[in-house]
């Protein structure tokens, strides 16, 4: 049963083993192994056995082929109304083939199912609420990846990733010593601004735990330094932790299911031993659903909730602005056409819809928020979900997938996107650079720091 050097069964487990992977530059190698890369039957069959359960099967066989999750599918319309592009079709054809042939399938035909799971869909889950029988795509694609992630189809960037947790405890070869580090050089950037700012460490009982999304320590470190900012001006009683600061889970788009597991106890193992009253997650999307909402069942606890209150930033942000922590000063209010990209994660899945609505109310002036149609749980991917923005080799059809969210922005004359999501963020940015429409994207932590009133006693004295 032959394996590659980087293609292959095992699991990326040290950092030895990750640099190796990385200076496989684009995976070329890697590729080039997997085309000879045997599938392991028995494995796979056994895997199924063993883990395909009740609520799945039943999925795959109430399927009554009626169509109705073919125009929720962004991918499927814009792809010219592909039949095989249909979410029905495409779970069939790869995991429901898989169970009917009981494991016996080969290479070509795995190349085929690493394709339609991380390049024909998102696990955007918009599929499901026009299901007649409540079957959720994202769910089925999820498990998907895990059986492909086990026999080693699966992305460069992916298995990365996926090794990236397993290593740092991170998605990015970040330590717990860079994130600690760059959160206090960031806020001493800011000490004259703002005096009394600092960023409390490993603080026990705190009303606030905040968690991160790794790419803000290695890529914009300045959304750290604005996280601290608006803690401060609201008078919060807050911490972050030495271990545990990580909210997201690349392993999570990969399909690693232990890589997942092992990441999400690492966040509660802070929430255990810091005990604060609640946790704060950033900007981010997937980050909330690894951590709160898929998170739970990952680490088998009962309550199906993380060790402490849990909640997205938005919903910080909205509370604070809501009881006066944070005010905002009317004339510095959004006065330009504006529309909100309602992100997959923590809209559709977790039904934050009217908290985004609430920040804008207060921050963009009345007549300027126009809505993207659809919107709210209704609203299309952002077009790089599920790990598509990431993969170099499904480029091409992830720039594909943009033009549904181009579309949609352009037909609202807005010329900013407020983009309360890193993977949202990502797409819009890319979005921008490929087809060049002159919009704007932001974070929200960056817009309320250009607008909010800073209290008497926090101003910098002259």
């Not at 292959?8 to 487990?13: H, T």
């Not at 009917?100 to 918009?126: I, L, S, Y």
């Not at 010593?177 to 950037?189: A, H, K, N, P």
């Not at 026990?204 to 900012?229: C, F, M, Q, S, W």
């Amino acid at each position: 049963m032959p394996e590659g050097k980087f293609c292959n069964k095992k699991p990326v487990e040290t950092e030895e083993e990750l640099k190796a992977l990385l200076g496989d530059t684009g995976g070329k190698q890697y590729y080039e192994e997997m085309k000879s890369l045997e599938v392991d039957q028995a494995l796979l069959w056994k895997t199924i056995q063993n883990t395909l359960k009740s609520r799945m099967k039943t999925w795959l066989e109430i399927c009554a082929h009626c169509g109705m999750c073919a125009d929720s599918c962004f991918l499927y319309l814009i792809n010219d109304q592909d039949p095989r592009q249909v979410p029905a079709y495409k779970i069939q054809s790869t995991l429901g083939e898989i169970v009917k042939r009981k494991g016996n399938v080969d290479n070509e035909f795995m190349h085929m199912v690493m394709e339609t799971a991380w390049a024909k869909c998102t696990c955007c889950n918009r599929c499901g609420m026009y299901c007649p029988h409540g079957i959720d795509m994202g769910v089925m694609f999820g498990y998907l990846r895990g059986l492909c992630y086990q026999q080693g189809f699966v992305p460069w960037e992916m298995k990365i990733g996926a090794g990236m947790h397993r290593v740092y405890r991170a998605q990015m070869d970040v330590t717990d010593e860079d994130f600690v580090e760059t959160f206090e050089w960031m806020v001493e950037e800011y000490e004259e601004d703002y005096p009394g700012l600092e960023v409390p460490v490993d603080k026990e009982g705190a009303d606030i735990l905040y968690t991160v999304n790794a790419r803000e320590v290695k890529h914009y470190p300045e959304d750290l330094a604005e996280a601290a900012i608006l803690f401060h001006l609201a008078g919060e009683n807050w911490t972050v932790p030495t271990s545990g600061w990580e909210q997201t889970s690349l392993a999570m788009f990969a399909g690693d299911w232990a890589a997942c597991k092992m990441q999400v106890e690492h966040v509660y193992a802070a929430m255990e031993r810091l005990k604060p009253k609640r946790m704060v997650g950033t900007e981010c999307g997937h980050a909330h659903r690894a951590t709160v909402v898929e998170g739970p069942y990952w680490a088998g606890r009962s309550t199906g909730k993380p060790p402490v209150e849990s909640i997205h930033y938005v919903e910080w942000l909205a509370e604070a602005l809501r009881e006066g922590k944070l005010k905002i000063d009317p004339s510095k209010r959004l006065k330009k056409p504006v529309t909100l990209q309602d992100s997959c994660n923590y809209v559709r899945n977790n039904g934050l819809k009217d908290i985004t609505r609430e920040i804008m109310s207060y921050i963009v002036e009345p007549g300027y928020f126009e809505e993207m149609s659809p919107n709210r749980e209704h609203n299309y991917c952002c077009g790089g979900g599920g790990g598509f923005n990431g993969i170099g080799l499904f480029r091409p059809q992830r720039n594909k997938a943009l033009i549904t969210k181009r579309d949609q922005i352009l037909n609202t004359g807005a010329e900013m996107v407020i983009a309360p999501c890193h993977n949202c963020w990502d797409a819009i940015r890319d979005l921008e650079e490929e087809y060049k429409i002159g919009i704007k994207w932001s974070f929200l932590k960056p817009l309320v720091i250009s607008m909010v009133e800073i209290p008497e006693h926090l101003q910098r004295k002259e």
